[in-house]
């Protein structure tokens, strides 16, 4: 069992990025059960829920003429359009209903102000707006940062770089996690993280350890 140095931060696990859903990832269904008996070696589990008012930013529809997937320059840096996804409570937005982690301790939502984006679990867009995300894992003496979800190449990415320029050592579990790879993004993303110190680990090996670790519980 990991102790109070790590957390597992899952990332947004919603039904919006869920095959047939507003924004889809493809196969993205197939991180729930790996996402489960990750979560069950952590004893803190913090999860994510991308989370928009239906004016936001980053919703093509909010720009006339514009299509999903275009790039839009906005204040703060170049910005993809995307469908029309997770609008607070709505159906699209709740977590994958087979996502089974009941210890869960905290649930941050981003993405709640309607003229800034934010992939990352940390820091918004704009680079500048904290979620708190960072303040609390903190001051609950968390050391460790592994994160899993959706996707690999925008908000686990993002949640994995911010994490570790907050201080924290931080790895990427990625057969947790499935990519929307648009553009080369995925080989982008993996590049910043290496370059950053980000560890690309797989459950297999995380299960070891945490087994390991268990015998002498
Ligand atoms: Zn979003």
Wanted: proline residues 4%; charged residues 20%.
């Amino acid at each position: 069992m990991k102790d109070a140095d790590d957390v597992l931060l899952v990332i947004d696990v919603q039904n919006d990025f869920m095959p047939g859903g507003a924004l889809a990832v493809a196969h993205g269904d197939e991180v729930v059960p790996v996402i489960n008996r990750l979560a069950r070696g952590f004893s803190h589990v913090v999860l994510t829920q991308d989370w928009h008012p239906a004016a936001h930013i980053s919703f093509a529809a909010n720009h006339a003429g514009r299509s999903p997937f275009d790039m839009l320059t906005l204040p703060y840096g170049e910005q993809v359009l995307w469908p029309t996804h997770c609008v607070q409570d709505t159906p699209g937005a709740a977590l994958h209903r087979d996502l089974d982690i009941a210890h869960a301790r905290a649930v941050i939502r981003k993405g709640h102000h309607a003229g800034v984006d934010s992939y990352s679990a940390f820091l918004e867009a704009d680079r500048k707006t904290p979620t708190g995300l960072g303040g609390y894992l903190r001051e609950v003496g968390v050391k460790r940062v592994w994160c899993c979800g959706l996707a690999t190449d925008y908000c686990v990415a993002w949640s994995a770089l911010d994490a570790r320029a907050a201080g924290f050592e931080v790895a990427l579990i990625e057969d947790a996690s499935r990519a929307i790879d648009l553009n080369g993004s995925l080989e982008a993303a993996w590049r910043h993280l290496h370059a950053a110190g980000v560890k690309r680990v797989q459950a297999a090996d995380l299960h070891s350890t945490l087994e390991a670790g268990d015998m002498h519980d």
